[in-house]
């Protein structure tokens, strides 16, 4: 799918960064245990201000400042949130910032205003979009003046970027609010979501009722959906084993017609050492396919063993059409014609 940008409409940081430091500022040694906690469980901005390291933001990451543990090296330990940069300093990518507020904000978002927004993140970033296809200007219009609104409601409160623009997609346009979230305080969490969804009059904790109801109902509606599929599959197999039962009595009762009178005789299970037969067929389990019946091998005097080399001789012979190779060892078999010699 080929994406052609059309236009940027706006474009705007809602928070200032903090300027650029070459030197690290800072010589105390980082815990290495919170780094690990970090790149496992994520920090938050709360989290970040009590740190007694300077806190350096910008439009990246968050650069902690301090001296690594003697040997430790977040590069070849594989870590994914963490960077050593070139100073000495700890990086630490949004990715791994503020990851269940956000999350959080979406739900938030999700059930005051259902289907406007989603979300879309990598390994770098995670925004909060609204993606409307569009065929003229006065579509455009009222996104672009909510993106200037919402740029304005969430500046001081939102480190991270907003911007509107148009795209076309096979010769589709659309048009997109895309709000890119690095960092935000808990405490914020209400102004935000009345921000991004200004039709919203309530507080929060009557969306988390709101979120709870729809979770209720989501499960009793996948626990009777569950019910429903058990309830069909039950039905299919029971239709299959009917269905098995009555081809399998169909087989059986042809390979009866087939043997007995040749002068066989059927054994659910037997035991071949030191018996003198003259012809063993061996029944494969029954199919649906009646060309698939008997697996024939012919046994000559006493103690002979089924072997592949011999039942593979076999298969030339008429119902023996398949090239599969049953192999069977030792003189005990089961559900089996045998010819008795006379």
């Known amino acids: 799918m080929e994406k052609k940008n059309l236009q940027s409409l706006f474009s705007s940081h809602m928070k200032e960064y903090d300027k650029k430091h070459k030197l690290n500022t800072s010589h105390k040694v980082l815990n290495m245990d919170l780094i690990n906690k970090i790149e496992r469980e994520g920090i938050t901005t709360e989290m970040l201000d009590d740190l007694d390291q300077p806190i350096y933001k910008y439009s990246t990451q968050i650069t902690v400042h301090g001296i690594f543990p003697e040997g430790a090296d977040v590069r070849c330990s594989g870590y994914k949130s963490l960077v050593r940069n070139g100073n000495g300093s700890l990086g630490i990518r949004y990715t791994a910032i503020d990851s269940k507020k956000k999350s959080r904000l979406l739900d938030l978002l999700n059930a005051v205003e259902k289907g406007f927004w989603q979300a879309e993140h990598d390994s770098r970033h995670y925004s909060i979009i609204h993606i409307e296809r569009v065929t003229s200007t006065e579509q455009v219009k009222p996104l672009l003046e909510r993106t200037r609104q919402i740029k304005k409601d969430l500046d001081d409160m939102v480190l991270g970027k907003i911007h509107c623009e148009l795209y076309e997609i096979y010769g589709i346009r659309y048009c997109t609010i895309e709000v890119d979230l690095l960092s935000f305080y808990e405490k914020d969490m209400e102004k935000i979501l009345r921000a991004m969804a200004p039709n919203f009059k309530g507080t929060i904790s009557e969306v988390d009722e ?129 010819r008795p010699v006379k």
């Open 210 to 338: 709101i979120i709870k109801q729809e979770q209720k109902e989501k499960e009793e509606k996948d626990k009777l959906q569950r019910a429903q599929w058990e309830k069909e599959y039950k039905e299919r197999k029971l239709k299959e084993a009917e269905t098995l039962k009555k081809s399998t009595e169909e087989v059986v009762r042809r390979i009866k017609d087939m043997y007995e009178p040749m002068g066989f005789v059927h054994y659910d299970e037997i035991d071949l050492q030191n018996r003198t037969v003259d012809t063993v067929h061996y029944e494969r389990e029954y199919s649906y396919s009646f060309d698939m019946i008997p697996i024939c091998s012919r046994i000559e005097g006493k103690n002979k063993v089924l072997n592949s080399e011999k039942m593979e001789k076999d298969f030339s012979k008429p119902y023996h059409s398949w090239k599969e190779t049953n192999r069977i060892q030792g003189t005990k078999l089961k559900n089996v014609w045998v």
